[in-house]
Protein backbone atom coordinates (compact mmCIF):
# COMPACT_ATOMS: atom_id res chain seq x y z
CA UNK A 1 0.00 0.00 0.00
CA UNK A 2 1.03 3.43 -0.68
CA UNK A 3 2.09 5.57 2.39
CA UNK A 4 -0.19 7.68 4.27
CA UNK A 5 -2.39 9.74 2.32
CA UNK A 6 -4.85 12.53 4.49
CA UNK A 7 -8.58 12.56 4.23
CA UNK A 8 -10.76 15.04 5.52
CA UNK A 9 -14.19 16.38 4.59
CA UNK A 10 -16.13 19.38 5.37
CA UNK A 11 -19.07 17.80 7.10
CA UNK A 12 -19.40 16.78 10.83
CA UNK A 13 -18.12 13.22 10.84
CA UNK A 14 -18.88 11.00 13.27
CA UNK A 15 -17.80 7.42 15.08
CA UNK A 16 -21.44 6.00 15.18
CA UNK A 17 -22.65 7.59 11.70
CA UNK A 18 -24.52 5.11 9.62
CA UNK A 19 -25.83 5.14 6.02
CA UNK A 20 -28.89 5.12 7.00
CA UNK A 21 -30.72 3.60 9.49
CA UNK A 22 -31.82 0.95 7.18
CA UNK A 23 -28.63 0.58 5.00
CA UNK A 24 -27.68 -3.33 4.41
CA UNK A 25 -24.52 -2.84 5.63
CA UNK A 26 -24.39 -0.74 9.07
CA UNK A 27 -27.96 0.81 9.12
CA UNK A 28 -29.27 -0.92 12.99
CA UNK A 29 -33.25 -1.42 11.49
CA UNK A 30 -32.29 -3.85 8.62
CA UNK A 31 -32.97 -6.91 9.71
CA UNK A 32 -31.77 -8.64 7.49
CA UNK A 33 -28.74 -6.64 7.65
CA UNK A 34 -24.70 -7.29 8.91
CA UNK A 35 -25.16 -3.82 11.28
CA UNK A 36 -21.31 -3.48 10.73
CA UNK A 37 -19.82 -1.16 13.14
CA UNK A 38 -16.69 0.18 12.17
CA UNK A 39 -14.74 3.09 13.96
CA UNK A 40 -11.85 5.83 12.41
CA UNK A 41 -8.17 5.15 12.95
CA UNK A 42 -5.35 6.55 10.89
CA UNK A 43 -6.31 6.68 7.20
CA UNK A 44 -9.46 4.62 7.62
CA UNK A 45 -11.48 2.28 9.58
CA UNK A 46 -11.55 -0.61 11.63
CA UNK A 47 -14.26 -2.73 12.77
CA UNK A 48 -16.34 -5.71 12.97
CA UNK A 49 -19.31 -8.34 12.15
CA UNK A 50 -20.66 -11.96 12.12
CA UNK A 51 -22.61 -13.84 9.49
CA UNK A 52 -25.40 -15.45 10.15
CA UNK A 53 -28.28 -17.66 8.49
CA UNK A 54 -29.89 -14.37 6.76
CA UNK A 55 -25.93 -14.24 5.01
CA UNK A 56 -25.83 -17.94 4.27
CA UNK A 57 -25.08 -19.49 0.82
CA UNK A 58 -23.68 -22.80 0.67
CA UNK A 59 -24.59 -24.46 4.34
CA UNK A 60 -22.73 -22.96 7.30
CA UNK A 61 -20.94 -19.93 4.67
CA UNK A 62 -21.27 -16.40 3.83
CA UNK A 63 -22.84 -16.02 0.29
CA UNK A 64 -19.85 -13.80 -1.61
CA UNK A 65 -21.93 -11.24 -2.22
CA UNK A 66 -22.82 -10.63 0.99
CA UNK A 67 -18.77 -10.64 1.39
CA UNK A 68 -18.29 -8.28 -1.45
CA UNK A 69 -21.01 -6.04 0.20
CA UNK A 70 -19.08 -5.83 3.61
CA UNK A 71 -16.06 -4.92 1.85
CA UNK A 72 -18.12 -2.31 0.21
CA UNK A 73 -19.28 -0.91 2.92
CA UNK A 74 -15.99 -0.88 5.01
CA UNK A 75 -14.78 0.93 1.63
CA UNK A 76 -17.46 3.71 1.70
CA UNK A 77 -17.18 4.24 5.84
CA UNK A 78 -13.58 5.76 5.00
CA UNK A 79 -14.96 8.60 3.14
CA UNK A 80 -18.46 8.81 5.21
CA UNK A 81 -16.79 8.86 8.45
CA UNK A 82 -14.54 11.91 7.58
CA UNK A 83 -17.59 13.67 6.02
CA UNK A 84 -16.85 12.85 2.67
CA UNK A 85 -19.88 12.54 0.07
CA UNK A 86 -18.79 9.75 -2.10
CA UNK A 87 -20.08 6.44 -4.14
CA UNK A 88 -18.84 3.48 -5.00
CA UNK A 89 -17.27 3.03 -9.02
CA UNK A 90 -15.34 0.43 -8.79
CA UNK A 91 -14.71 -2.46 -6.72
CA UNK A 92 -13.03 -5.95 -7.06
CA UNK A 93 -12.70 -8.78 -4.59
CA UNK A 94 -10.12 -11.26 -4.25
CA UNK A 95 -11.59 -14.22 -2.04
CA UNK A 96 -9.12 -16.34 -0.34
CA UNK A 97 -11.19 -18.66 1.67
CA UNK A 98 -14.90 -19.27 2.75
CA UNK A 99 -16.46 -17.36 5.60
CA UNK A 100 -18.05 -19.17 7.87
CA UNK A 101 -21.07 -17.94 9.46
CA UNK A 102 -21.42 -17.49 13.39
CA UNK A 103 -17.81 -15.99 13.96
CA UNK A 104 -16.61 -12.59 14.70
CA UNK A 105 -14.57 -11.33 11.69
CA UNK A 106 -12.45 -7.91 11.25
CA UNK A 107 -12.89 -5.63 9.10
CA UNK A 108 -10.36 -2.96 7.40
CA UNK A 109 -10.43 -0.49 5.13
CA UNK A 110 -7.96 2.42 3.90
CA UNK A 111 -7.41 5.19 1.59
CA UNK A 112 -4.55 4.29 -0.72
CA UNK A 113 -4.43 7.45 -2.73
CA UNK A 114 -6.57 10.17 -3.79
CA UNK A 115 -6.53 10.62 -7.67
CA UNK A 116 -7.54 14.33 -8.50
CA UNK A 117 -10.46 16.21 -7.11
CA UNK A 118 -12.86 13.14 -7.33
CA UNK A 119 -11.24 9.78 -6.93
CA UNK A 120 -10.43 8.20 -4.03
CA UNK A 121 -8.90 4.43 -4.03
CA UNK A 122 -9.34 2.19 -0.48
CA UNK A 123 -8.24 -1.33 -0.05
CA UNK A 124 -10.03 -3.57 2.52
CA UNK A 125 -10.23 -6.42 4.12
CA UNK A 126 -11.98 -9.11 6.05
CA UNK A 127 -9.80 -11.46 8.37
CA UNK A 128 -11.00 -14.39 10.77
CA UNK A 129 -8.40 -14.87 13.83
CA UNK A 130 -5.77 -12.98 11.62
CA UNK A 131 -6.31 -14.78 8.55
CA UNK A 132 -7.47 -13.08 5.11
CA UNK A 133 -11.02 -14.35 4.05
CA UNK A 134 -11.08 -11.93 1.11
CA UNK A 135 -9.95 -8.24 0.37
CA UNK A 136 -11.02 -5.73 -2.48
CA UNK A 137 -9.87 -2.55 -4.35
CA UNK A 138 -12.21 -0.18 -4.73
CA UNK A 139 -12.76 3.36 -6.42
CA UNK A 140 -14.75 5.73 -4.88
CA UNK A 141 -16.03 9.05 -6.27
CA UNK A 142 -16.88 12.01 -4.33
CA UNK A 143 -20.27 13.49 -5.37
CA UNK A 144 -22.28 16.70 -4.06
CA UNK A 145 -23.94 16.32 -0.96
CA UNK A 146 -27.26 16.65 -3.18
CA UNK A 147 -26.55 13.38 -5.00
CA UNK A 148 -27.88 11.88 -1.93
CA UNK A 149 -31.04 14.07 -1.31
CA UNK A 150 -31.88 13.45 -4.92
CA UNK A 151 -32.02 9.81 -4.61
CA UNK A 152 -34.36 9.73 -1.49
CA UNK A 153 -32.46 10.94 1.28
CA UNK A 154 -34.57 13.01 3.76
CA UNK A 155 -33.53 16.42 5.24
CA UNK A 156 -31.51 15.40 8.34
CA UNK A 157 -30.90 11.85 7.61
CA UNK A 158 -27.62 11.59 7.16
CA UNK A 159 -26.27 14.84 9.00
CA UNK A 160 -22.41 13.77 8.86
CA UNK A 161 -23.02 14.40 5.08
CA UNK A 162 -24.57 17.77 5.26
CA UNK A 163 -27.36 15.79 4.47
Sequence with gaps: M??????SGSGAAG?????????????PQNLAGVAMAVELVENGVIG?????????GAPGLAHGGIVAAVLDEA?????TR????AVTAKLAVNYR???PLHRPM????????REGDRKLHITARLELDGE?????DAMFIIVPAEHFRTHGAKEGELPFLGV
Design 48 to 56: SCTFDERHQ
Design 106 to 113: RVSATLDR
Design 15 to 27: QGAVHGEHCFGCG
Design 97 to 99: KPA
Design 75 to 79: SGSVP
Design 2 to 7: AGTVGV
Design 82 to 85: NGIP
Design 132 to 136: LIAES
